[in-house]
Each structure stands twice: as C-alpha cells, then as structure tokens.
C-alpha cells in the first residue's frame, strides 16, 4: 500500500557530488520523520541523516558539512545532496520514512529498495 522509490545512486570520482531521491507514494496520511541509512559489505547499516516534518535535521558526524537532506512535503518526497564524497562513503544507500495510513492508525516505518553509492576513480 506504500512504496518508497529511491533514485539517483552510482558511480562517482572522489570529491564528487551525487543527488539521490527517493518518493513515497500510495495510501498516505501522514509523514513524520524521513531519512536515509546506509550499509557498506559487511557492516551494518548505520543513519546517515533524517529530517523531521519541521524541517529539524541530523548528521552522522561523517557526513556534517558535506550532505544536506531536504524535503518536500508536497511530493513526499526527500533528497539527500551529497558533496565532496570520499570511498569510504561508498555503500547501499536506504531512504526510509515514518507514515501514518489512516487517522487512526500509527506510524510505521518503510524502507526504499536501496540504491548503490560508489565512489571511485
């Protein structure tokens, strides 16, 4: 009844930049909080940014001052710039988001499929 799609993974140079997206849709209420999460082989998936409905934001300390999540709350949809990237912030990017599917109902976390994140020369 809800789906996550994810766009904008691939391959980058070194201090490069890349845009991902990623678009909620189906039966939707409310949307509290969104974000992305990231896994790279063989370690688990750790939080990389979230953004409230408020617009309030988070930073792992390994991205502050080079990603900047943002959000429109008309689309359901949020973004996560990502500049001057470094290998190690290669991994499988997930957006996920905290929704409501009814007024009664309460949130319950969805997962985007993931979108590779590689950077390289």
């Known amino acids: 009844q809800v789906q996550l799609v994810e766009s904008g993974g691939g391959l980058v140079q070194p201090g490069g930049s890349l845009r991902l997206s990623c678009a909620a849709s189906?039966?939707?209420?409310?949307?509290?909080?969104m974000g992305w999460y990231r896994q790279a082989p063989g370690k688990q998936r750790d939080l990389v940014t979230l953004?409230?409905?408020?617009?309030?934001?988070n930073y792992a300390d390994s991205v502050k001052g080079r990603f900047t999540i943002s959000r429109d709350n008309a689309k359901n949809t949020v973004y996560l710039q990502m500049n001057s990237l470094k290998p190690e912030d290669t991994a499988v990017y997930y957006c996920y988001a905290d929704i409501k599917t009814s007024a009664r109902g309460t949130y319950y976390t969805y997962w985007g499929q993931g979108t590779q994140v590689t950077v390289s020369s």
């Open positions: 953004i409230t409905v408020g617009g309030s934001t």
């Open positions: 189906g039966r939707i209420f409310s949307i509290s909080a």
